[in-house]
C-alpha cells in the first residue's frame, strides 16, 4: 500500500522489452540496483515497471545485453505534472479549492452534545455561543479551558466535562451529577390541605391533627390536617407546630365532555408526488427549482442532509429535499354504532392521557347523546386519587382550629 | 567441499547462526503457492509465465506452474506469484 503510494509519488514507467535474452536484461538491471516490479512475460518478451530514476540507467542494460526496450505507459504524479505544468488557471484552482477547504475547515460547523439528561441542550448551547463557541466560530480562537470552568460553574448539574474540536465538528461530552436525594424537611410546621375537591375515602394521619374525618365532602385548599394544635397541660394550655403528615384519599367526579361527529374527511392519496430541493449555505437558505406544486392538498415532507468530508468535517451546507404528496380528501359518514366505538376508545385515551396515574378508577359511565349529524358524549368518571399537599401554616387557621375545637 | 568450507560449517551449526548469511545458501520462502521469495541469487536464466529458471550457489532454481509473475527484482532478492505448481533444483 504504502509502496505503491511512493511509487505513484515518485513516477514510474511501464516498458516492454524485446531482444535475445530479456533475463539477462532483467540480470544487469537487478545487479546495477534497479528496483523492478510486475514483470509480466509477453510473446514477444517481457513488459515490467521501472522507476524513473531506474530507467535512465537502462540503456546502458539494453545496449549491453542487445535487447530493445519501449516505453509503454507513464504513470505518477511527475508525469500528470509535466502534462498539465502549461495550465495556470487549473493549477490555481486546485491551490485555491486547497486553501478554501482548509479555511473551511477552521470554523466550527456542527456542536455535537453528548451525555446530558437533565442539563437541557438548548441551554448549553446558548451558553457557548455567548462564550464563543457557536457554529461558524473560528476553532483557534475558541478558549477551551475557560470555556470549560465557565461551564462547570454555571451548570451544577454537571459533573465532568470535555470539549474537544475535532475537524470542523466541536463535541462536548458531560457527565452529569447523580440528583441530590429530595429532602423531605420535617422540621417545617406545615399542614396538610386538599389538592382537589372530593369525598375523603381515608384519611391516615401520622403526624398533626385530623381536620376532616371519612366522607367528609372538601374542596380544594380545604385544610384536612392541622400542624398547629393546643394541648391542656398541667401549665395551661400549650400551642404545638408540628409538621403534619398524613395520606388522604379521595373520591371524586370527572367530566369529559366531547362530539363525535357523524361525518368526517379521509385522505387519500393520489400517488402523484413532486420532489424539491433547497440548499442551506452559511445558514442563507437557497430554494433551487421550486415551482409551485399544484396541489390543492398535500403533505409536505423534508429531509436535511449536512455535506461533510468523513465525519469530523462536516461543512456548512445543509441539503433538503422536500417531498410533496397529494391527496384527495373525502367526505365519510360514520354510522352511529363506528360513532359510538369511537367516543368509547377516545374516553380510554383521555383517561391515559389526562389522569394522574396513581389514581383509581373506581366507575366510569358514559351517556350518549344522538343528534342528526353527531354524538355528543358525556363521561361520568370516578376515581379514587390521593389529595393531600403540604401547605405553609397562615395566621388565619388558628380560628379555624378553635371554632372546630369547641 | 574443501577444507575451509567444512570449518566454516560447522562453526555456523555450532552457533546457529543463519546459513544463508555466512554459507551464502539461498533462502526460499514459499506463501502456499502463490508466491515465492528468494534471497541470495545469482541471476534469472529464463522466464516465461510457466517455468521459471534461477540460479543460485547451490546450483539452478527451476519453478513451475501458471501465470508466473515477477512481482519484484531486486539485487539480493527475487519475488514470483503466480499459480506455482512445482519448486525443484536442478
Known sequence: MFLWLWQILKGYVRIDVTGFSVERFINMAAHKGIYLWDV????SGVSMNV?????????????????????????????????????????????FSVVFIYLLSSFVWLIDIKGNDRVKREQLLAFCANEGLRIGAFKYKINNKQLKTNLMNNFHDISWLDI??????????????????????????????????????????GAGKPMVKRDDVVRAGDILVSGEFTTEGDNGSVTKRV??????????????????PLTYDEKTYTGNSKKMFSVQIFGHNYDLFHTDSGYANYIRGARHTQLNFGEDYPLPIIWTAYTYREFQPEARTR??????????????????????????IIDKSIALQETPDRLIVKALITTNERIDKEAPISEQPREITDSLET | MGKREKVKREITEALA????????LPLITLYGNEELNLENYKGVVE??????????????????GRNLLLKQVTSENISVTGGIVRVEFM
Open chain 1, 243 to 260: 409538621h403534619a403528615y398524613s395520606e388522604v384519599w379521595a373520591k371524586m367526579y370527572n367530566e369529559i365532555n366531547f362530539e363525535v
Open chain 1, 40 to 43: 509480466t512475460y509477453t510473446p
Open chain 1, 51 to 95: 522507476s524513473v530514476k531506474g530507467f535512465k540507467q537502462l540503456r546502458e542494460c539494453a545496449r549491453k545485453t542487445k535487447c530493445k526496450f519501449r516505453i509503454r505507459s507513464k504513470n505518477g504524479v511527475p508525469f500528470i505534472f509535466y502534462k498539465y505544468r502549461k495550465r495556470k488557471i487549473l493549477l490555481g484552482g486546485i491551490l
Open chain 2, 47 to 64: 522466464y516465461t509465465d510457466e517455468r521459471i529458471r534461477i540460479s543460485t550457489s547451490r546450483g539452478i532454481l527451476k519453478i513451475e
Open chain 2, 17 to 24: 547462526l543463519p546459513k544463508e548469511i555466512v554459507l551464502n
Open chain 1, 164 to 205: 474537544h474540536i475535532k475537524g470542523t465538528r466541536a463535541v462536548i461530552q458531560l457527565t452529569e451529577t447523580i440528583p441530590a436525594p429530595q429532602v423531605i424537611d420535617k422540621t417545617t410546621p406545615c399542614n396538610i390541605v386538599a389538592a382537589k375537591d372530593g369525598l375523603i375515602t381515608s384519611i391516615v394521619t
Open chain 1, 335 to 360: 354510522t352511529v354504532e363506528e360513532a359510538r366505538e369511537l367516543a368509547e376508545k377516545m374516553v380510554n385515551a383521555r383517561i391515559i392521557r389526562e389522569f394522574d396515574f396513581a389514581a383509581d
